[in-house]
Nanobody
Framework: QVQLVESGGGLVQAGGSLRLSCAAS????????MAWFRRTPGKEREFVAA????????SYAESVKGRFTISRDSAKNTVYLQMNSLKPEDTAVYYC????????????????????WGQGTQVTVSS
């Protein structure tokens, strides 16, 4: 079992920045693909960004490309989401997820590929 704990959410004005962190409880985290998803009320969970266990493969939703950056520090068992140029439409609960069984060199963008989820952190962007 892997526990994931997100932090770093909050209230920010449009154009501002936040950095989300997701700390994993297991040392083998370094092999897992990791991803960030988000959800707003009444909508399905939406893919935001993913990073492979190797750290060499990264993917982003079109809506966040050029503004968000995913990274990982395996020594700290932590994955990050740097969010710049935030927009009101980025307002959501952000969840990190871990894929225990996927490829070391790839990270999926579908939520059903992920085995473990954090509790979520609220990001609110005011206009």
């Amino acid at each position: 079992q892997v526990q994931l704990v997100e932090s770093g959410g909050g209230l920010v004005q449009a154009g501002g920045s936040l950095r989300l962190s997701c700390a994993a409880s297991r040392r083998t985290f370094g092999r897992y693909a990791m991803a960030w998803f988000r959800r707003t009320p009444g909508k399905e969970r939406e893919f935001v960004a993913a990073i492979s266990g190797s750290g060499l493969y990264k993917s982003y939703a079109e809506s966040v490309k050029g503004r968000f950056t995913i990274s990982r520090d395996s020594a700290k068992n932590t994955v990050y989401l740097q969010m710049n140029s935030l927009k009101p439409e980025d307002t959501a609960v952000y969840y990190c997820a871990a894929d225990e069984s996927g490829s070391y060199y790839y990270a999926a963008d579908k939520p059903n590929e992920y085995d473990y989820w954090g509790q979520g952190t609220q990001v609110t962007v005011s206009s």
